[in-house]
């Protein structure tokens, strides 16, 4: 697929080693821009440093998009001792980056150095005292050209950008963080009951000197000013860890025995006649078992994929999740609880439904929407003036590629001002994997077919 031209942009900037905060909205590319940029450059040594759910989807995203590196030339480091191993692409989580022994930041500060560095979802080290930051800091000479990734940049207030902006300035950005925060920031001092005088930071001033300081370095792109460049739904499909505790080795291998057997005389590149025989084995009284299984297996990562999506958007933006199985979407709305989820079954009456609905749309705390896709995937609305909501996640996914394409479109509808992103998570190592993949393609081919009749504004698309 051809790049767009703000990711063309990025790319070029970065690959060229200009300063560069790539602040794209989520789901417009800024994964592949960097990895475009690498390539652009020919970098044989380049770090990633990301959060933990983002481990598997940067490993898909490089093999997707950089096929001349092999799958051993991409090294997921667990522990310091992975840094000792050749490889082009070195993937570090945010939680390995805050280990209080700091082994990771010694093997980092002493070893050879990196000609470029991600740091993905880089609004968590917007902090000025915590671990990764002071193991950032310590590394920052090794890493080359340091690129931060991230849809919000700025969470609180303009104090968030100091510690990005500082590393990756060019010939440093000679402001200390107390002048930084008392040039762009509203300052005070409070008791809070006691004795001692606390600093407190109340918010942002002087945004216009701000945003003309950083304009040479920050390029930040919305969803709104792209929506003519991408499609009416762009469809993905993102690896998740399996949570081995859920679905045991024995499981998985009797799961993709079942496939293989399914498929046996089918081509996967004949992508109705398998679908038509998946349909067809729906009712198997083994595969529905280990389909069962499989969904709570891949609840643990889903879950940390959300928490982390939700994290990364703006507090108005909502999302919208899909699942199979009603044990599933049961699990999903409690590990989601503290984003008070708006939840719609099959077994919830008529009155339950619009109060489901109505929350999701009118309550502000109501961040997440999670929905079994036969019970919430059509004849509702699920956009409006107070609710934004343009990414769509797929838990688990319908066997029927329309009913995922009807899903998707509940915010894909008139009122929408966003380009609508659909992501499929699939159990990484698993049949899930090829499964998921020819029903992203599928629902892309649905879309783009129904363009017209999918953002409608009748009950049915």
């Known amino acids: 697929m051809d790049m767009f031209p703000h990711q063309l942009e990025g790319s070029i900037r970065i690959a060229a080693g200009t300063p560069t905060y790539l602040g794209f909205d989520m789901g417009i590319g800024k994964t592949r821009t960097f990895i475009e940029a690498v390539k652009l450059r020919d970098a044989k040594r380049v770090l990633i440093i990301c959060p933990a759910s983002a481990v598997m989807v940067w490993q898909h995203e490089i093999a997707t998009w950089h096929r001349s590196v092999r799958a051993d030339e991409v090294t997921v480091v667990k522990s310091h001792m992975a840094l000792l191993r050749p490889a082009r692409y070195y993937i570090v ?55 931060p990734l991230s849809g919000t940049p700025m969470k609180n207030h303009a104090g968030d950008l100091y510690t990005l902006t500082a590393l990756c300035w060019p010939k440093g950005l000679k402001m200390t963080r107390a002048q930084f925060e008392e040039q762009f920031c509203r300052v005070a001092h409070k008791t809070f009951g006691g004795p001692r005088m606390i600093r407190v930071i109340e918010g942002s001033k002087n945004i216009d000197q701000l945003k003309a300081m950083l304009a040479p ?21 993102v690896p998740v860890p399996l949570d081995t505790r859920m679905m045991a080795q024995s499981d998985i291998d009797q799961l993709d025995t079942l496939f293989e057997r399914v498929s046996g005389t089918v081509n996967f590149n004949d992508t109705d006649a398998f679908l038509d025989l998946l349909k067809r084995r729906d009712k198997d009284i083994a595969l529905m078992t280990l389909r069962r299984l499989l969904g709570a297996a891949k609840l643990r990562g889903a879950c940390d994929y959300i928490v982390d999506m939700l994290d990364n958007l703006p507090d108005d933006r909502k999302v919208l999740v899909f699942a199979h199985h009603a044990h599933v979407v049961a699990a999903l709305a409690r590990h989601l609880g503290e984003y008070f989820p708006a939840v719609l079954v099959g077994s919830h009456s008529a009155t339950e439904r619009k109060a489901a609905v109505d929350k999701f749309l009118t309550d502000k705390r109501c961040r997440v929407f999670v929905g079994n896709i036969q019970a919430a995937g059509t004849a509702i609305t699920l956009v409006g003036p107070t609710c934004k909501c343009s990414d769509v996640i797929f838990v688990e996914s319908s066997w029927t590629p329309m009913d995922n394409a009807q899903a998707a479109c509940r915010v894909h509808r008139i009122g929408q001002k966003d380009g609508v992103v659909a992501r499929m998570l699939y159990a990484a190592g698993t049949m899930d994997s090829v499964i998921a993949r020819i029903l992203a393609r599928k629902a892309r081919e649905f879309t783009q077919l129904f363009d017209e009749a999918s953002t409608t504004t009748g009950d049915e698309t």
Do not use: Y
């Open 93 to 147: 989580s945010h939680g390995l980056m805050s280990r209080r022994e700091g082994l990771l930041a010694d093997a980092l500060a002493k070893g050879p150095g990196f000609e470029m560095c991600a740091i993905d979802e880089a609004h968590a080290f917007n902090a000025s005292d915590t671990l990764r930051v002071k193991a950032l800091q310590r590394i920052a000479h090794k890493l080359g050209n340091i690129t």
């Open 217 to 237: 370095f920050m390029l930040r792109v919305k969803k709104e000013e792209v929506f003519e460049d991408l499609p009416a739904i762009v469809w993905d499909h």
